[in-house]
């Protein structure tokens, strides 16, 4: 499955822990994020991670296209609801797109850790099928 990865500056950390503790799940599926989201978790998981421009300067816009193309199966936005900043990226057109879509979409740590240990299980192949 092709994932979606992206973190506001202040959520890179829990981005980056996520995908450690993860590791084992997302080395089977394709990674995708933004510039400096994708470079941090490679850096700190040896992922493989295709990486777009950061999301401020196109990224994110990089990350739409491809879910506007139905080449993301599943995403992780995690972003800060208590200090949104206009330099960093907005979410919220990336999780609006995945509604659209019908892609899973996880925005905090609850909700992914669930969706990441369905992905494990095979809850999510029906994305597969779908294509």
């Known amino acids: 499955m092709n994932i979606g990865l992206i973190a506001h500056d202040t959520k890179k950390t829990l981005l980056q822990n996520f995908c450690i503790a993860y590791r084992s799940i997302l080395t089977k599926h394709e990674l995708y994020a933004t510039g400096t989201s994708g470079r941090l978790v490679q850096e700190e998981t040896n992922l493989n991670v295709h990486k777009f421009?950061?999301?401020?300067?196109g990224g994110?816009?990089?990350?739409?296209?491809?879910?506007?193309?139905?080449?993301?199966?599943?995403m992780f936005c995690f972003y800060d609801p208590l200090k949104p900043r206009k330099q960093e990226t907005d979410v919220h057109e990336l999780v609006r797109l995945c509604d659209l879509h019908c892609i899973p979409v996880a925005t905090n740590m609850a909700t992914a850790e669930m969706l990441i240990k369905s992905l494990d299980r095979g809850d999510l192949d029906w994305r597969e099928i779908c294509r």
Not at 61 to 74: E, K, V
């Open 60 to 74: 994110e816009q990089q990350l739409a296209s491809m879910i506007d193309q139905g080449l993301i199966d599943l």
């Open 53 to 57: 421009l950061s999301g401020h300067v």
